[in-house]
């Protein structure tokens, strides 16, 4: 060993250490890394990332094992092609046997999971760890349904995580298993994909990373080289590029779970391989690392509207107001009203807008909150929602009230609580539109 060179890399790790500690990482562990030599090599490295204070979740995956099992019991693999996204992905059909072999296979392989962080001999790596394993029913689900005809029975897809339970368990310094079921409010287990509960799991917690462990080193371009770094957009674009090019659509799909995950709420996603020892620590801890890194560059920004946006925001609400969904506003009294906005811009265009329009000295109306249909589903308007409440308290209210014809469960998830016309301010009381029948919602701010 050059010791001159390992006190340097030590050294220089340092600004790395510092700026993980505390973070929360979500590992994507597919059921191929599992059943690979290097396993315990990277169960090593986990370790190693939970003593310096990064918090973990694991989500693991099972389809070798579970294709394995199904094999040797007789059973069927049955799988269906499908479309998600740009990607063309397999998936299983699980019917109610095939489902009692899938839960044997996941329970056994957290088990051996669960063993293999136990270890601590006094000659290994993780003596004196004393790492916590915990796990619980984190994940909701619902059926995928029947589509196209087919029925997919126990297969299923993430309904929701159940983020805050995640992170009292991160807080008290338990490293998460996450496997890759899921269950309904009715009791039944659904069989879900890996890369699903991860993404859904980093998203729903705002992971700092989402760290994919895959076959190949990366991400190669078209010349099979390593790309070191990508934005999600430039992301995106390549997978368009290489499907138009060769449609090897399989070997994409960890690339396009990064752009999913880095356009919602997790900062940065880096794909490595299963097979290369050390690939987590070379690739956290190195300046050029060994996988590829997906950013959430900031394409995005959220500010108040300026009367350039009217024209903007004219685009985004006039199909809603199309559908009834939101009171007609003309252009002359957006131009009179631009100040109340606020506007979320992603590379020149308007995706998001919401107002605050105050009626007294306690209460303000939130008005006009729209999402772009493209953009919807990635917390945008909670963001716009939250610079509304910021600038409310600013202001000195103490509640906001909304009415809406569309969207209740989305407030009342938020905060908000059923309110009547009786309890709205006399100015805005007296312009109530009984045709429209809106709800209306209040909420305190603390």
């Known amino acids: 060993m050059d010791i001159t060179q390992y006190v340097n890399w030590f050294r220089h790790s340092t600004p790395y250490i510092n700026a993980y500690r505390g973070k929360v990482f979500v590992i994507l562990l597919p059921g191929e890394a599992l059943a690979h030599d290097n396993f315990w090599n990277i169960a090593h490295d986990l370790t190693l990332l939970s003593s310096l204070g990064v918090k973990l979740v694991l989500a693991y995956g099972a389809r070798p094992q579970i294709d394995a099992a199904l094999a040797a019991a007789g059973h069927k693999i049955e799988m269906q092609e499908k479309i998600t996204g740009q990607i063309r992905n397999l998936v299983r059909i699980t019917d109610a046997p095939s489902l009692e072999i899938i839960k044997n296979v996941v329970g056994r392989l957290r088990i051996d999971i669960e063993a293999t962080f136990s270890m601590g001999l006094i000659n290994s790596p993780m003596h004196g760890a004393d790492l916590n394993i915990a796990g619980g029913n984190f994940i909701m689900a619902k059926p995928f349904g029947i589509q196209d005809g087919i029925d997919y029975g126990f297969t299923g897809e993430v309904r929701k995580v159940e983020h805050e339970a995640i992170r009292k368990q991160l807080d008290n310094g338990h490293i998460v298993l996450v496997p890759s079921l899921g269950y309904s409010p009715t009791g039944e287990v659904f069989n879900l994909t890996v890369e699903d509960v991860a993404c859904a799991t980093a998203i729903a917690l705002k992971a700092d990373k989402l760290m994919i462990y895959g076959e190949e080193a990366g991400i190669l371009d078209q010349d099979g080289e390593r790309i070191s770094k990508l934005s999600a957009e430039e992301a995106q674009a390549l997978i368009k590029q290489k499907i138009a090019a060769n449609g090897l659509d ?197």
């Open 250 to 446: 399989e070997e994409l799909k960890n690339l396009e779970l990064s752009v999913k995950a880095c356009s919602a709420t997790v900062k940065r996603s880096q794909v490595i391989s299963y097979e290369d020892d050390g690939a987590l620590l070379i690739e956290l801890f190195t300046r050029d690392g060994i996988g590829t890194l997906i950013t959430q560059e900031q394409y995005e920004q959220l500010r108040p509207a300026t009367i350039k946006d009217v024209g903007g925001i004219l685009e985004l609400i006039e199909p809603l107001e199309a559908e009834g969904i939101l009171v007609h506003r003309s252009r002359d009294l957006l131009e009179a009203e631009i100040e109340q906005f606020f506007v979320i811009e992603r590379e020149g265009m308007i995706i998001c807008c919401g107002a605050l329009y105050p009626q007294d000295a306690h209460s303000g109306e939130l008005a006009c909150l729209a999402t772009h249909p493209d953009y919807r589903n990635h917390n945008r308007a909670q963001l716009l929602l939250e610079q509304v409440e910021k600038q409310a308290r600013k202001i000195g209210l103490s509640s906001l009230f909304v009415l809406t014809t569309k969207s209740p469960h989305w407030f009342v998830e938020r905060g908000f609580v059923p309110s009547s016309v009786d309890e709205l301010p006399q100015k805005k009381k007296s312009l109530y539109n009984y045709q429209r029948n809106s709800k209306i919602f209040t909420k305190a701010l603390d």
